[in-house]
Nanobody, 120 residues
Framework: QVHLVESGGGLVQAGDSLRLSCVAS?????VGWFRQAPDKEREFVVG????????FYADSVKGRFTISRNTAKNTIFLQMGSLKPEDTAIYSC????????????????WGQGIQVTVTT
């Protein structure tokens, strides 16, 4: 089991940037970011390997979001730029032994989630 804690959410305006952090208690896990907007299913945003390589992005965030990982501090960052109102959601990080991609069933542990709200 790995424990995950997100931070950095908040309220911003369209076009702004925001950085989320996810601190993981274990190192040997790939990590993905997911989000869930009101009345919508949880969707994959981006994932990264346990070594901090090979980021895999959802098409909806390519070119706007960047994932990175500080392996020494077990922290995964999600830098979000050019934010849009449709990015409003609860963002959660999740850990997987086998994937950094968008198969939710392969993620073993989840953080509590953090709210990101983008206004017009």
């Amino acid at each position: 089991q790995v424990h995950l804690v997100e931070s950095g959410g908040g309220l911003v305006q369209a076009g702004d940037s925001l950085r989320l952090s996810c601190v993981a208690s274990g190192r040997a896990y790939h990590v993905g970011w997911f989000r869930q907007a009101p009345d919508k299913e949880r969707e994959f945003v981006v994932g990264i390997t346990s070594t901090g390589s090979q980021p895999f992005y959802a098409d909806s965030v390519k070119g706007r979001f960047t994932i990175s990982r500080n392996t020494a501090k077990n922290t995964i960052f999600l830098q979000m730029g050019s934010l849009k109102p449709e990015d409003t959601a609860i963002y959660s990080c999740a850990a997987s032994k086998v994937t950094r991609k968008n198969n939710r069933q392969l993620y073993d542990c989840w953080g509590q989630g953090i709210q990101v709200t983008v206004t017009t």
